[in-house]
């Protein structure tokens, strides 16, 4: 069983601040995906990463993953109360199997 | 979350009864995947379904619980005889069968047993 531990579980930080989310496990994934879950819908993907090494980035979010394919991060800068929600990591092995998701950090920016 | 549709929204069920949650993927899509969310939880893979195949259903539980993907029609995951520990948002999720490009929720079922 392939595990994804994501840190810290809870985030909750002013308006303007930066963070980083992490996303550790023991097993090289073919993909990992990073997602957004508001209270009441599903998650919606904000990115795909595929190679050791890289680096995305969406607007205000820097995501990246390891060079070993094993961990990934998720970096925030300057935080608005839009940011607010859960964010879900979730690797892949092979093509088309299926997603392990990790925990999830479930990040409150106040104004 | 467009494209794909899961209905109901929201179901309750008394235990013992049946409750069928059903997913059309997006088009194109021809895998289909279905997650259980606990609150305050992550989401647990439950299976994993191409075109009238069940390709991986690792994370079911063995009784009660079956999943279908028919040649036409949606996806229907099937929970007989429920009890309140089937309580959870059910997710189903699509994706095409080429490279890894992300998979696409619906808003899932929010089945409550009472």
């Known amino acids: 069983t392939q595990l994804l531990e994501q840190s810290p579980q809870f985030l909750s930080i002013q308006e303007g601040e930066n963070l980083t989310v992490y996303c550790n496990s023991s097993?090289?994934?073919?993909?990992l995906q990073w997602y957004r879950q508001e209270p009441g819908e599903g998650p919606v993907l904000l990115v795909t990463?595929?190679?050791g090494g890289e680096v995305k980035k969406l607007k205000r979010l820097t995501f990246q993953f390891g060079d070993a394919r094993k961990d990934s991060s998720l970096h925030i800068t300057a935080a608005q109360p839009g940011d607010t929600g859960l964010y879900l990591c979730?690797?892949?092995w092979g093509l088309g199997n299926m997603l392990t998701f990790g925990g999830g950090t479930r990040l409150m920016v106040k104004p | 979350n467009a494209g794909v549709m899961q209905n109901p929204r929201h179901l309750v069920r008394r235990r013992g009864q049946e409750a069928r949650l059903r997913c059309s993927p997006m088009?194109?899509?021809?895998?289909v995947y279905w997650y259980r969310q606990l609150p305050e939880e992550g989401l647990k893979f439950m299976v994993y379904?191409?075109?009238?195949?069940?390709?991986?259903e690792s994370g079911m539980p063995k009784e009660r619980f079956s999943a279908e993907f028919p040649k036409e029609g949606p996806s229907i995951l099937r929970i007989q005889q429920v009890v309140r520990g089937d309580s959870a948002a059910y997710f189903c999720?699509?994706?095409?069968?080429?490279?890894?490009?992300?998979?696409?929720f619906g808003s899932g079922t929010r089945l409550t047993v009472v």
């Open positions: 999720a699509s994706s095409p069968p080429t490279v890894p490009v992300g998979y696409t």
């Open positions: 088009k194109g899509h021809s895998h």
């Open positions: 379904l191409q075109k009238e195949n069940i390709i991986d």
């Open positions: 097993s090289v994934f073919s993909s």
């Open positions: 990463v595929v190679t």
């Open positions: 979730a690797g892949e």
